[in-house]
């Protein structure tokens, strides 16, 4: 199909310039041919390290034709934040992120209601929403889905005001992401092992969900708010998901017997989570959740602690992404 960003499109363009000397200093064609500034953040350290291979496998796949590119690493937490605000102070057109969705989600904050594009290359360990937009997992197959990528708006959400991309939430998943923290060893056995571990250890609390003007009282083991359907790993927390829809898929699994849980572990990963009778499920643009004590929350995966009000709101299209095309009917779920 012959779209602006198809590389038939652009070879047509070459070949207009080419074929009629008036048209050499076409203004359009001249911009449209022009090669887009992309920076790729790697952080050195998310995941399982295949990230080492970046350099080669950009050199390798990426089209040079149509983007220039440069490479930036980050030394801290927080950092690639700063580094995606000085990629658009400094005029790049596409920022991508290297990692898993903690280190999207650094890099988001510093695109979000910008003109400049994010995409992934998925390094990380569960890479949640690389999967859920149709990335896959494998270095190389995004970096030459970011060659004919269509730029697309996608929606945001918050919590406290810390902007998160994919999923936040509070519970069992919070104290996932807390037993994941430090961990010099990511990928899917430790991850496998500390959910175990967490199904094992964590106990419900009563919740307050604030939401669509009703309070509703449970005991909850976790409260998902999803703008992405997927944890990683193709656990699919939230299958109806989508991106642009302007709401968050609120998943709650209330309080059962430990075994529940595990036997629905089949269903979780094939996208029938909802069949389960623990679990309610909700679509809202805000909710807030109150809830006792210390609680284990987490962002994208990050994990960490709250005590108080946990409020979350929505940032409707608040951040352009490049999309795979074999996925652009979906910014929601592409399975
Ligand atoms: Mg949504």
Not at 62 to 89: D, Q, S
Not at 112 to 141: C, F, Q, W
Not at 164 to 176: K, M, T, Y
């Amino acid at each position: 199909m012959l779209t602006p960003e198809s590389d038939g499109f652009r070879t047509l363009l070459i070949h207009m310039r080419d074929a009629h000397p008036v048209e050499r200093n076409n203004p359009f064609i001249l911009e449209a041919i022009r090669p887009k500034k992309v920076v790729f953040i790697v952080n050195p350290n998310s995941g399982t390290r295949m990230q080492a291979k970046i350099k080669d496998n950009i050199e390798r796949y990426l089209n040079h034709r149509k983007f220039e590119y440069g490479i930036w690493y980050t030394e801290r937490p927080g950092h690639a934040t700063e580094l995606a605000r000085k990629a658009v102070a400094d005029g790049f057109e596409i920022v991508v992120a290297v990692g898993g969705d903690g280190s999207i989600n650094e890099v988001a904050a510093g695109l979000l209601n910008t003109n400049v594009a994010l995409g992934i290359v998925p390094a990380g360990s569960g890479n949640g929403l690389a999967m859920h937009l149709g990335y896959g997992r494998k270095i190389e197959d995004a970096i030459k889905k970011l060659n004919s990528a269509e730029c697309k708006l996608m929606d945001c959400g918050a919590l406290n005001g810390r902007p998160f991309v994919n999923v936040a939430g509070i519970g069992f998943d919070g104290l996932v992401s807390n037993l994941m923290q430090n961990q010099t060893k990511r990928g899917f056995i430790p991850y496998f092992i500390r959910s175990i571990k967490a199904g094992l250890e964590y106990i419900s609390k009563p919740c307050e969900l604030l939401i669509n003007g009703e309070s509703i009282h449970e005991n909850c083991f976790v409260v998902t708010v999803a703008n992405g359907s997927m944890y990683g790993y193709n656990v699919s927390i939230a299958p109806d998901a989508r991106m642009d829809d302007g709401l968050f898929s609120v998943v709650v699994l209330k309080e059962a017997p430990r075994w529940q849980y595990f036997m629905a572990m089949p269903s979780v990963m094939t996208g029938k989570i909802f069949n389960e009778n623990f679990v309610r499920h909700y679509s809202t643009n805000e909710l807030i959740i109150k809830s006792k004590g210390d609680n284990y929350i987490h962002f994208d995966g990050e994990g960490s602690m709250h005590n108080g009000d946990l409020h979350f709101t929505m940032l409707p299209k608040s951040l352009k992404i490049l999309v795979p095309r074999e996925a652009i009917y979906s910014v929601s779920a592409t399975s």
